[in-house]
């Protein structure tokens, strides 16, 4: 019974106190103090505890794909090396500028994670492609609109039309605002009211199995 | 298949192929595409860091990642550039672990081009857990208690009458989707804020600039380059600006032709 | 230790003053009120829809295509003989939308239980990775298929974002997925996810709150959940009273929000048209500076 009251108790006190505390003036020393605990000592604690449960499923994971052999399974020795080695990088030769683990991280990381994230230039490019077809009304003021701003951002616009950036401007201040405004405004009422389910217990997913 | 249909159904590689080299070729063989104009937003940060007294303190927030450098590092370094020009003081943090590097390597390019110290003109406090923008609210010493090379923060002149937002005239975060600023800093602490932003994610910041939440939005790189003119020190945000705008017309023209294509090959299929 | 003690019994001492000290505008700051009263009616409304689904009233809900289609996306995966992948975002258990994912993952996942297709689970969160191994072998065991459980199937791969979405992108195109889920919190990656589902032919269903983001699902993507009906999934999907109660409870209060929001266009173009500050009053309740 207590496997399932007590964290949802938990979230219930946690839940109020921070709406509570939204309420209460920064001039308040309980207030202040109660920050202090919050942001020095408990998130700090907890978030690094996050690292061993990671590294544990990690482990676990690529362990047995090794020790069964299956299909991949020399990737996972990859993996477990490349853990293994940037911690023995950085506990013996630190974390400054110049020392093996920055060179890895400048050299592999940074080239590795900008690779993946200009693939977006390409997929873009087919995306627009492929959907930016005038089927419909809709799509073709989409359409247009996507037109307008691309050519607006770019130094091209200016040789169109030379308020094209300004018009684009407008775009983006105007009708764009309105349209982000009203999701914004039905997303944050979805997720206070998820919020307020998680904190009366009405939703309980997110305390994995059911008894 | 006929010629229109081969087109609105053009492989995938023919593409991307298009677009390596739109992207490469002006890398390559600059075309100095002029960047005219400026937009409000870009200008209203430039405005209000002029404005700024001597040794002022302007907090830089770096909520990136390596992936975003080639959009986000030009604005960083140009609005840090700016501040030392303007001998400002600034205190550079870092919400992602990535981040502390990127910093790092910001704040020294800059300092050493205007001859800044660090702990006296610069600090950079790195990455740290938990809830920092409403920490830093707090008592910056007591969230972060040393710099990112761990030397203690009342062992830095700079530091010495930097607690908290109200010593702090500006913070500029720079991040890749959304700012954690807005609920913490502003709304709590009523600090100023700008942020910089890829362009995908500058849409989303416009009810806020709206709002007068934010005071200034860099979006993208266009916006890196305009700030780039605006301080007299045209860098990579100008150069990359020709790739990017030669991107933009390749997508056009590629949207434009398939737009033609569909519509001659569904005219014949009635 | 000594610190330790020192530290609680200031806290403590503090607490003691300001009781001693006591005045409503040291612990209340009544520029809030009005955000006050909206939390207290907002309360109130999902409560009270709430206690009416409880008692048995049964309310409607607008058809959402995204979810109509999730039993369809299903059977084509059972019948391609191919596994479905299922990507709960890439944020962690303080994100509302991963909260909402884990939900969709549980029908889901009782779905492909009755089916016994394989169902993929790559995680970006060690924490969430634990809590959706629960889920799903709770759903298999409630549809009596324990034995077809895999645990091994939902695994956390990186915290890195580019480095989870290149190892999510191989997994499509070497598991050949038929259909691929995007449920909860996503950033630049949602592009590179949705279009190489696209280009291994899988039928797509995405849903987020990330407002940026929503542009490259539609575009990639069969059906879409957009922002809120991502969180009104759960509701949906198990019809339970509760949950419809609160779904409801939301809905009348965005219409107010949209009654205030039309009031305060109109007064908004009177003030500007007319050159008067009659109804500055209605714009200062909504202030909290």
Known sequence: MWKRKLPLAITFIGGVVMIIQFFIPDSNQVSKSFFKILNTTWLPIIGSFFIFIGLASLFRLHYFKIARQREGWGYSVITLASIGGMCILGFDWGIEKGSPITIAYEWVLVPLNATMFSVLAFYMASAAFRAFRARTMVATILLVTAFVVMLGRVSFGTFLWENLPSFTEWIMTVPNMAQKRGILLGVCLGMIATSLKIIFGIERSYLGSKE | MTFWQKLANLDRRIIFGLMFLAVLLPLIFPLGLPIKGTQPPVKAIYDYIEKLPERSVVLISISYDPSTIPELYPMTLAVVRHCFRKNLRVLGVSLTITGVNIGADTLKTAAEEYHKQEGIDYVHLGFQTGLVTFGMGEDIHETYKTDYKRVSLEELPMMKDVRTYKDISLIVDYTASTTSYIGSAVTKYHAVLAVGVTAVGAADLYPYLQTHQIIGLLGGLRSAAEYEILIDRPDKGVIRMDSQSIAHLLILVLIVTGNIAYFITRRRKV | ?289
């Open chain 3, 1 to 289: 230790m000594d610190s330790v003690l020192q530290f609680w019994r200031s806290f403590i001492s503090n607490i003691l003053s300001e009781l001693g000290n006591f005045s409503l505008s040291d612990w209340f700051d009544v520029k809030k009120t009005n955000v006050l009263v909206f939390v207290i009616i907002f309360c109130f409304l999902i409560l009270y829809f709430i206690y009416h689904a409880k008692r048995g009233k049964s309310f409607f809900i607008r058809r959402i295509a995204g979810l109509e289609a999730v039993d369809e996306a299903i059977g084509r995966a059972t019948e391609m003989g191919r596994p479905i992948l299922y990507v709960p975002g890439l944020s962690g258990l303080s994100d509302v939308a991963t909260i909402a994912a884990i939900n969709i993952l549980g029908k889901v996942a009782e779905k492909t239980a009755e089916y016994d297709t394989r169902l993929i689970v790559p995680c970006r969160d060690p924490l969430v990775m634990t809590i959706q191994q629960e889920v799903v072998k709770n759903a298999y065991i409630n549809k009596g298929r324990p034995d077809a459980f895999k645990a091994e199937d939902i695994f956390f791969i990186t915290d890195s974002q580019f480095g989870f979405v290149a190892a999510v992108d191989g997994l499509m195109v070497r598991e050949k997925t038929a259909t691929n889920f995007y449920m909860g919190m996503f950033w630049a990656e949602s592009l590179l996810l949705a279009e190489t589902g696209n280009i291994t032919g899988a039928i797509q269903i995405a849903g987020t709150d990330a407002v940026a983001q929503l542009p490259f699902f539609i575009t990639a993507c069969d059906y879409t959940l957009i922002g809120e009906e991502l969180y009104a999934a759960s509701a949906y999907l198990s019809r339970e009273p509760l949950l419809l109660g609160a779904l409801k409870g939301q809905d009348y209060s965005k219409f107010i929000l949209l009654v205030l929001i039309v009031l305060g266009v109109v007064f908004a173009t009177l003030t500007v048209t007319c050159c008067t500050d009659k109804f500055s009053w209605f714009m200062d309740l909504f202030n909290i500076r």
